[in-house]
């Protein structure tokens, strides 16, 4: 497997442990329509979550500097998408864990409602 897919799965399983102490039910890891990929589906409270984990060796000066106004579209109408599929009534909100570091040993910047959704 190539190196940068470990270590997104490897983020992917720091966040989804992450999200669990925070008392969030995990409900899908990529989760897939199409070729939109949503990394985490998480149930927090009333919220239905999705969040996207970027996993890098050094700080981002931004959030921007890895999620583009493409990739927040993405996410958006995948989302949709899950919302119709699965006929949830939960309010919809849009996190993003980053995480810096590297073999196992990582800084975690969670921000809840880092782009906000027109989802009802």
Same mark, same amino acid.
């Given at each position: 497997? %190539?190196?940068?897919?470990?270590?997104?799965?490897?983020?992917?399983? &720091? %966040? &989804?442990? !992450?999200?669990? #102490? #925070?008392?969030?039910?995990?409900?899908?890891?990529?989760?897939?329509?199409?070729? #939109?990929?949503?990394?985490?589906?998480?149930?927090?409270?009333?919220?239905?979550?999705?969040?996207? &984990?970027?996993?890098?060796? =050094?700080?981002?000066?931004? %959030? &921007?500097?890895?999620?583009?106004?493409? #990739?927040?579209?993405?996410?958006?109408?995948? %989302?949709?998408? !899950?919302?119709? $599929?699965?006929?949830?009534?939960?309010?919809?909100?849009?996190?993003?864990?980053?995480? =810096?570091?590297?073999?196992?040993?990582?800084?975690?910047?969670?921000?809840?409602?880092? !782009? $906000?959704? !027109?989802?009802?």
């Amino acid at each position: 497997m %190539a190196e940068h897919i470990e270590k997104g799965k490897e983020g992917e399983d &720091v %966040a &989804v442990a !992450y999200l669990e #102490k #925070k008392g969030m039910s995990i409900l899908h890891r990529n989760w897939r329509v199409g070729h #939109k990929e949503i990394d985490i589906i998480a149930q927090d409270g009333e919220f239905i979550v999705f969040v996207e &984990v970027k996993t890098r060796m =050094t700080e981002p000066i931004h %959030a &921007v500097d890895v999620i583009t106004h493409d #990739k927040i579209k993405n996410i958006v109408n995948a %989302a949709a998408s !899950y919302m119709r $599929r699965f006929r949830t009534n939960l309010e919809s909100r849009f996190d993003v864990l980053i995480l =810096t570091g590297r073999d196992g040993n990582y800084d975690v910047n969670y921000m809840q409602n880092a !782009y $906000r959704s !027109y989802l009802r």
